[in-house]
């Protein structure tokens, strides 16, 4: 098991391997935008992890950046270039894959994502 170094961290790739997500390529995602990151020679700056469901479903493949708190949607195994050159290398989000994004105070949708539904208002059983 390995413990990495993660002063040099710039981004937090949070990569969904949830049910929808691997049933959408989410395995091939992963292992291309790991694959992107190593030939970029990005590996001591960008830390990925994989998660369960993120709860976005219906965008799978779901991709989370941090700390610029950027959620991408539908992503596949040939957008992962393009994230790692145009986001992690330069700072610029892929804006064409964002459905969400961090602004101070909660996360703003872009407008054509779907809303989705609060927790709170949750069908119960």
């Given at each position: 098991m390995a413990t990495?170094?993660?002063?040099?961290?710039?981004?937090?790739?949070?990569?969904?391997?949830?049910?929808?997500?691997?049933r959408s390529g989410g395995e091939?995602?992963?292992?291309a935008i790991r694959e992107a990151i190593a030939e970029a020679g990005l590996d001591d700056y960008v830390h990925t992890s994989r998660?369960?469901?993120?709860?976005?479903?219906?965008?799978?493949?779901v991709v989370i950046v941090y700390p610029e708190g950027?959620?991408?949607?539908?992503?596949?195994?040939?957008d992962a270039k393009l994230l790692v050159e145009q986001h992690f290398r330069?700072?610029?989000p892929v804006e064409s894959l964002v459905?969400?994004?961090f602004c101070g105070d909660g996360f703003?949708?872009?407008?054509?994502?779907?809303?989705?539904?609060?927790?709170?208002?949750?069908v119960k059983k």
């Amino acid at each position: 098991m390995a413990t990495w170094d993660l002063s040099k961290t710039r981004h937090h790739v949070l990569l969904c391997n949830g049910g929808s997500c691997m049933r959408s390529g989410g395995e091939e995602v992963t292992l291309a935008i790991r694959e992107a990151i190593a030939e970029a020679g990005l590996d001591d700056y960008v830390h990925t992890s994989r998660t369960r469901c993120n709860g976005r479903c219906e965008d799978a493949c779901v991709v989370i950046v941090y700390p610029e708190g950027i959620w991408y949607r539908n992503v596949t195994p040939a957008d992962a270039k393009l994230l790692v050159e145009q986001h992690f290398r330069r700072g610029e989000p892929v804006e064409s894959l964002v459905t969400h994004r961090f602004c101070g105070d909660g996360f703003v949708r872009t407008s054509d994502c779907k809303p989705g539904m609060l927790k709170s208002e949750k069908v119960k059983k």
